[in-house]
Nanobody, 126 residues
Framework: QVQLVESGGGLVQPGGSLRLSCVAS????????GGWFRQAPGKEREFVAA????????YYLDSVKGRFTISRDNAKNTMYLQMNQLKPEDTAVYYC???????????????????WGQGTQVTVSS
């Protein structure tokens, strides 16, 4: 399995921006795709965004469309999540994940990711 390490979280005021990075080691990030999920206290881990590693097609949670942008850099074996216009409801631990061979069937489901990072905290508060 690939090892994933997130960075870039922190405390930011409402309306601010953060860029999360997810670096893969051990092998290439994925032959299929990658995704970002988040988990707020007392809530289930939810899908945020995903990207097809081959054609760069992207997918987003409705509430982050137009504010968040997922991207990847093959040369650096890294995936990013640019988060703009952050809101208090975006506060959560953010996890990156590498898609499995079946990823394409449902990019929004945790079941189709086989490697996960340890998470990075994002707090949006004034």
């Amino acid at each position: 399995q690939v090892q994933l390490v997130e960075s870039g979280g922190g405390l930011v005021q409402p309306g601010g921006s953060l860029r999360l990075s997810c670096v893969a080691s051990g092998r290439i990030f994925s032959d299929y795709g990658g995704g970002w999920f988040r988990q707020a206290p007392g809530k289930e881990r939810e899908f945020v965004a995903a990207i097809n590693w081959n054609d760069e097609r992207t997918y987003y949670l409705d509430s982050v469309k137009g504010r968040f942008t997922i991207s990847r850099d093959n040369a650096k074996n890294t995936m990013y999540l640019q988060m703009n216009q952050l809101k208090p409801e975006d506060t959560a631990v953010y996890y990156c994940a590498a898609g499995s061979q079946s990823w394409v069937y449902n990019v929004r489901s945790k079941r189709f990711y086989d490697s996960w990072g340890q998470g990075t905290q994002v707090t949006v508060s004034s």
